[in-house]
């Protein structure tokens, strides 16, 4: 693990930084059990989000200075508008984040004699995640899958992080346009498996399974949409070697690559 050097920031936004004269003076994380979020579907493909239970409320309070009270309201009416710019990654150092979005509104309020050069505010950061996500992606891809397999995908090292971690799939079809057919993955140490039923994919055609999000998608933009989705969106066992099975019922000449990416995990920053 690196260095937990400070790096406070949200999204894009910088939270310790002398150009936004913003700075974070305290924080603190709880862990939310029974929280309920609403399954929602989106216009690109994806299918409605699995329930979670568990998630995260982070306080956290600082100042905004400023040159004159004009100044300050500049440097205020930015630090609203990144905070309250949806869901975004909470980055408190450098090798830990939380995707969470603002709970209500920002408060903030003048110091007292400072002739509003000097501003309090404090928030509420809720995340629908049980986990905090580790900034380092792993990525290891298993090219020439050919003929009916199954296919074993034995990645190179045991997972980081002490919390599961839920992977990204992208499978590529390297051979001959196929329609209506069956794409099989299974974890073997858990035996979850997720089958695509009904899939179209033309040559060099890519699917992405994303199974945190509980989406999928064509890897660039396109709408993917098999006829079913059965199984589980599974995860990857922290301190194990992931071995993944991968199969087909495209024949003896399909040929297929298969990319596994994800990011350790972690139940508190």
């Known amino acids: ?3 937990r050097t400070e790096q406070r920031r949200f999204g894009t936004f910088d939270l310790t930084n002398a150009t936004n004269k913003v700075s974070v003076e305290r924080w603190s994380n709880q862990v939310l059990h029974k929280a309920t979020f609403k399954d929602r579907l989106k216009g690109d493909g994806s299918i409605p989000l699995r329930d979670i239970l568990r998630g995260h409320q982070v306080d956290i309070a600082g100042k905004v200075t400023g040159v ?6 500049t440097r205020l009416d930015n630090l609203i508008a990144a905070l309250a710019n949806g869901e975004d990654w909470l980055s408190l150092y450098d090798d830990r984040r939380l995707r969470c979005r ?39 891809t298993f090219a ?32 001959t346009a196929f329609s209506n057919k069956v794409l099989t993955f299974t974890n073997t140490s858990t035996v ?20 945190r999000e509980g ?13 079913a989705i059965d199984g589980q969106w599974f995860a990857l066992s922290a ?10 019922n495209v024949g003896s000449g399909g040929s297929f690559a298969v990319q596994v990416s994800y990011t350790p995990q972690f139940w508190t920053p």
């Open 215 to 227: 989406h999928l998608g064509d890897g660039v933009s396109t709408s993917l949409t098999p006829v």
């Open 192 to 211: 979850e498996q997720m089958q695509l039923v009904g899939m179209d994919m033309s040559n060099n055609h890519q699917a992405s399974i994303d199974m």
């Open 102 to 140: 603002l709970d209500g509104n920002l408060k903030y309020a003048m110091v007292p004699g400072s002739g509003g050069m000097v501003y309090t505010w404090s928030a509420k950061m809720r995340s629908r995640w049980p986990f905090w996500e580790g900034t380092s992606v792993t990525s290891e």
């Open 144 to 175: 020439g899958l050919t003929g009916i397999g199954p296919h074993i995908l034995t990645l190179a090292a045991s997972v980081g992080g002490v919390a599961p971690t839920f992977p990204t799939l992208l499978v590529t079809n390297s051979g």
């Open 1 to 3: 693990m690196a260095a």
């Open 239 to 248: 301190g194990a070697v992931p071995v993944l099975e991968f199969a087909h």
């Open 68 to 73: 004159d009270s004009e100044d300050v309201s």
